[in-house]
């Protein structure tokens, strides 16, 4: 068995720029937090050879999402308790939702786009079925709680407001965000919370690359 390294690259020098842009963010109290999800329908199970190089680099892409600077939380459960909340996922296990919490859009973007994951991103049709009609993604500003979290029910709530009703405050896309900043305290009712990243400071003391070692038959 041959083992070769995946290069992931993650734009070291864009991302130094924008760990300088966001490091006071950082510190800040944020009256409401970015919530976004997506979902994706796997074309066979995880543990299918298809499917390898994409389960091999699960960890280190969700380990790289969790050390931008931004980043508050992600849900790594979509056990079945939690899938039965939604009927849709109940009935296709091949349905891969992605939920997170987000202190901006620019954080948000910055992994997408800009950092390793942009790789798999663009690969995404290796492992994913076409889009079915409709929004696959949403977005919305959640008031800033220490002790609650976005739920995949709350979530498949919103991509319907956004399905049915188009762009709102209440959800709404990439595309369409720059039309919905972050409420005032007045415009939404919430608390303040401060929100720190607890990996932030790798991207001070480790090389802005990824290795992964995948195996080769």
């Not at 919490?101 to 950092?115: E, V």
């Not at 976005?150 to 990439?174: I, Q, Y």
Request: charged letters at 25%.
């Amino acid at each position: 068995m041959k083992r070769a390294a995946l290069r992931i690259p993650s734009r070291h020098h864009s991302l130094r720029r924008f760990h300088d842009d966001t490091a006071q963010q950082q510190q800040r109290c944020y009256h409401h937090l970015l919530a976004h999800m997506n979902y994706a329908r796997l074309k066979a199970p995880m543990e299918d050879p298809i499917m390898s190089e994409f389960r091999l680099a699960m960890d280190p892409v969700n380990a790289l999402a969790k050390a931008t600077p931004g980043f508050v939380w992600s849900l790594d459960d979509t056990s079945e308790d939690l899938r039965d909340e939604v009927p849709m996922l109940r009935q296709d296990p091949l349905l891969m939702p992605q939920l997170s919490l987000w202190q901006n859009l620019d954080a948000i973007q910055h992994f997408a786009f800009k950092s390793g994951h942009a790789m798999y991103l663009k690969r995404k049709r290796e492992w994913f079925t076409a889009p079915p009609e409709g929004p696959v993604a949403v977005c919305w500003w959640r008031p800033a709680q220490n002790d609650g979290y976005p739920t995949l029910k709350e979530a498949f709530d919103r991509l319907e407001l956004l399905h049915t009703h188009g762009p709102t405050l209440e959800a709404f896309d990439f595309k369409s965000s720059k039309q919905f900043p972050m409420p005032s305290n007045t415009e939404m009712d919430g608390t303040t919370a401060c929100h720190s990243n607890p990996n932030q400071h790798r991207h001070q003391t480790e090389p802005a690359e990824i290795l992964l070692d995948l195996a080769k038959q």
